[in-house]
T-cell receptor, first 113, second 113 residues
Framework: DVKVTQSSRYLVKRTGEKVFLECVQD?????MFWYRQDPGLGLRLIYF???????EKGDIPEGYSVSREKKERFSLILESASTNQTSMYLC????????????FGQGTRLTVV | AQSVTQLDSQVPVFEEAPVELRCNYS??????LFWYVQYPNQGLQLLLK??????LVESINGFEAEFNKSQTSFHLRKPSVHISDTAEYFC???????????FGTGTKLQVIP
């Protein structure tokens, strides 16, 4: 079974802190994604990566950056956390091009105080 | 550009009654369509997908969805719901490169005993 693992289920950080959200997948998938999920807004794509060291902005990249140094790991970075970044963050992966499904992690609920 | 509209944010239904969750999409290219389900405190799981071929697709737990190109819809149906179907359901479309997937805002299905 494909497994996408997010390092934390719950995280509380202070405004201005640098925050790292880690995601690891074990199926050698080329594509990895970071979404944030907010009530009434569904899932919005922050960044995605289709290869090591490659990244593309999604729909809401402001305030975020990403890193993909190894194929299995995709990190989301909040350079200076703000309260409006309090949200559920979901990592996903999928294989190559073509219409394949995305596999999701359990999510990280981040609260910025 | 592609987008997804889920017309109902919440759908209450009695157990063993039928249900339809509505989804409309827009895309400038050929699309692949998905329904994902999210149970409380979990990540998203693929429920079913339309890639090509038969316009009616089914899941293993009794849900089905029909791709209607003329109406740009991909509504999800189940003839008889169970308590365990209580969850949030997301419609998604993919048609761009590198498998960028756009999600709708979600519909919460509440099954009432």
């Amino acid at each position: 079974d494909v497994k996408v693992t997010q390092s934390s289920r719950y995280l509380v950080k202070r405004t201005g802190e640098k925050v790292f959200l880690e995601c690891v997948q074990d199926m050698d998938h080329e594509n990895m994604f970071w979404y944030r999920q907010d009530p009434g807004l569904g899932l919005r794509l922050i960044y995605f990566s289709y290869d090591v060291k490659m990244k593309e902005k999604g729909d809401i990249p402001e305030g975020y950056s990403v890193s993909r140094e190894k194929k299995e790991r995709f990190s989301l970075i909040l350079e200076s956390a703000s309260t409006n970044q309090t949200s559920m963050y979901l990592c996903a992966s999928s294989s190559g091009a073509g219409a394949t499904e995305a596999f999701f992690g359990q999510g990280t609920r981040l609260t910025v105080v | 550009a592609q987008s997804v509209t889920q017309l109902d944010s919440q759908v209450p239904v009695f157990e063993e009654a039928p249900v339809e969750l509505r989804c409309n999409y827009s895309s400038s290219v050929s699309v692949y369509l998905f329904w994902y389900v999210q149970y409380p405190n979990q990540g998203l799981q693929l429920l079913l997908k339309y890639l090509s071929g038969s316009t009616l697709v089914e899941s293993i737990n009794g849900f089905e969805a029909e791709f209607n190109k003329s109406q740009t819809s991909f509504h999800l149906r189940k003839p008889s719901v169970h308590i365990s179907d209580t969850a949030e359901y997301f419609c998604a479309v993919s048609g761009g490169g590198y498998q960028k997937v756009t999600f709708g805002t979600g519909t919460k299905l509440q099954v009432i005993p």
